[in-house]
């Protein structure tokens, strides 16, 4: 057994009635864990590394009934091919170079694609994402009005490290109105994916739509 149903009741519980998806996020977790949180209620999975995706979970066609697959950890543009070939959504999408080459490949298997936009809202160095509200719309702009294998879901962004509720709070809070000026902007843009094992109470408060939480629910990570 998992703990997803008692993670997934808090979240519902704290979202108040508002529709918030629960990502799984089963990176370094076998599938057999997967297939146990699947069993609990879990259909939307998480994972940060193509490799392992890939060798983890069955192809697009081939998985559980209502299983969804999403990539969340940064994509580099010599693993978009096998990306594209196996996920329902890229929530890591970190520059317009990165858009072009998932719209190439995209186009060339005659496919579409769900993309969030990654906003570095606590500017930290080491994290990926636009550095900016200005360059994310710009990215969103090119997507609408270049890429017609691309539907552009929403942002996503990661909170400061560190746990600090005040810097958290702002950077969520920051995250919330560039995500306001995109719904706005985009038709498509209907989600917000913000909020982790240490800090998705916040991002809730803040307006989340989506969290994606691994520790909580699969336990400890074994790295080795």
Known sequence: MTGYRNVNDGVMAAAGGRHVDLVAVSKFHPYEAVMDAYADGARIFG????????????????????????????????????????VDRIESVDSIPLIDKIEAECASIGSTMDVLLEFNSSGEEQKSG??????????????????????LKGLMTVGPLGGDEARIREAFTAAKELFDALRTAVQTATVLSM??????????????DEVRIGTAIFGERNYG
């Open 47 to 86: 994972e940060n590394r193509v490799q392992e995706l890939r060798e983890k979970f069955p192809p697009k066609g081939e998985r559980p009934e209502g299983m969804k697959l999403y990539l969340i950890g940064q994509l580099q543009r010599n693993k978009v091919k096998k990306a594209v070939e196996w």
């Open 130 to 151: 636009f550095r900016s509200g200005e360059e994310l719309l710009l990215a969103a702009d090119h997507i609408v009005s270049s890429c017609g294998h691309i539907v």
């Open 195 to 208: 909020g982790m094992s240490e800090d998705w109470p916040i991002a809730l408060t803040c307006g989340s």
